[in-house]
């Protein structure tokens, strides 16, 4: 037989954000499943691609891949670089770091108009 693989998940309280709905929508972004990327999912329409780069539209390809929101992720997310050759990681990203400072994960998505209310 196989051998069995465990994971464990960091718990990760949402200390700093109070609004209940942000909270949900960072746990449902850290586990890549959001209405915006999913939403086909319930309704049988086609799955969403990216307008600019015709591939799926996923939380990895909104905060990590997509060219054309790359000015968007060096004004808001500046902070969740790897250090050695500034290429952004969806675990960085999405980690208790989103939440420093400086590091303004609602920022990016309300001006890249990704939010579901403002």
Wanted: glycine share 6%; aromatic share 12%; charged share 20%.
């Amino acid at each position: 037989m196989g051998e069995i693989t465990t994971y464990t998940i960091p718990q990760w309280t949402y200390t700093r954000v109070q609004d209940r709905h942000l909270q949900t929508l960072l746990a449902r972004l850290r586990i890549c499943h959001t209405y915006l990327t999913n939403k086909f999912l319930l309704t049988r329409d086609p799955q969403p691609y990216c307008d600019d780069c015709m591939v799926p539209f996923t939380v990895r390809h909104l905060f990590v891949e997509c060219p054309s929101l790359i000015d968007l992720r060096h004004r808001y997310l500046y902070r969740c670089r790897d250090r050695d050759n500034g290429v952004y990681h969806l675990s960085q990203v999405l980690g208790p770091a989103c939440l420093a400072l400086g590091h303004d994960i609602f920022g990016f998505l309300g001006e890249g108009g990704f939010l579901p209310y403002s």
